[in-house]
């Protein structure tokens, strides 16, 4: 900044945004380009880039998200946006709610401020503002898990040893929700890499299962895959909604070639804590886990705000 000129710095006027009856998404985040608001812009700019990003047949191109999204209504949204990337990443818990949904397990709105202890004593969960009976998660996963895991072990290709990728793919080929993300991933062919697939009740089952069946689970199985992807393409990409195992391993395997062309990151988390979570993504520039070029922003802010306006702008549907 301090090499530039004063008329550089001051090239860019702060206009107002006007709004219209029947505005389009994309007509409002037009109007938006030049408004200079805070985050707006940021997402503005992470717009623009996902579609570059998307654009280029050359880029092979992830999506990473946290498991807690999963239990709100983006997750008919994040299910919808499957198609349009190469592989995605996740934690455990997304397989959880992905299943619980799917097997038509309630989930309600509720408040941040309910009084926790009384709703324990009601046999309710507490995920945010989104209340979920026990019998609607826990029992939800455990039938459809065992219903689904036992087909699998009944067909004539059963292996007895899976990656995280292939048993998701194998409940994917399975599930009929249409709003499901494991069941979209299966149908586009977007392999689901879950490092921590065991952290959940998802992985719970599956340990239960391999007690009284022939069963092992090869994590190194999707580490080589992921190493596959970022030595054989020139070019990657990443849409990262939120920080912890997702996102890490995201950047950690692009390191390996040199770090990623796109990358757009959503977060409420602070940076003053030193945690990865909270990290900007001109930190992983530092590690060359994002490239000096590149095309990259970070965005604060949620993401059940942000990224429905996201993909409505993007056309994503």
């Known amino acids: 900044m301090a090499s530039e000129s004063k008329k550089g710095l001051l090239g860019k006027q702060v206009r107002d945004i006007r709004i219209s009856k029947n505005m389009r998404v994309g007509q409002l985040i037009d109007s938006m380009r030049s408004v200079g608001g805070f985050s ?12 570059d990003m998307l654009k280029d047949k050359d880029s092979f191109n992830f999506l990473s998200f946290p498991a807690d999204i999963v239990s709100t209504g983006l997750r008919g949204a994040l299910a919808q946006s499957v198609k349009y990337f190469d592989a995605i990443i996740t934690t455990g818990g997304t397989l959880d709610h992905d299943l619980a949904r799917a097997y038509g397990g309630r989930y309600n709105l509720g408040s941040f401020y309910a009084d926790d202890a009384k709703l324990h004593r009601m046999g309710v969960y507490r995920l945010g503002n989104v209340f979920i009976e026990q019998k609607e998660y826990g029992i939800a996963v455990e039938n459809y898990f065992n219903e689904i895991m036992d087909d699998i072990y009944k067909s004539g290709d059963y292996k007895e040893e899976y990656s995280a990728s292939e048993i998701a793919f194998e409940f994917g ?3 009929k929700d249409g709003n499901s993300i494991i069941r979209q991933a299966y149908l586009h062919k977007v392999p ?19 007690q009284n069946h022939k069963f092992k689970l090869n994590l190194i199985k999707d580490e080589l895959k992921l190493s596959d992807i970022a030595f054989d393409n020139k070019k990657t990409g990443a ?27 959503i977060t409420t988390a602070t940076q003053f804590d030193g945690s990865l979570s909270g990290a900007r993504l001109t930190e992983a520039v530092s590690w060359g886990k994002v490239k000096e070029k590149a095309k990259y922003v970070t965005i604060d802010g949620d993401a059940t705000i942000i990224l429905p306006v996201m993909f409505a702008s993007l056309n994503m549907v």
């Open 40 to 51: 707006a812009q940021h997402m503005v700019t992470g717009i623009d880039i996902v579609k």
């Open 173 to 175: 080929k399975r599930m």
């Open 239 to 265: 849409l990262m909604i939120g920080g912890g195992i997702s996102k890490h391993h995201v950047i950690w395997w692009n390191q390996f070639k040199g770090g990623l062309d796109y990358a757009v990151y």
């Open 192 to 210: 689901i890499f879950n490092p921590g697939i065991l952290d959940g009740a998802f992985g719970t089952q599956l340990s239960i299962f391999s």
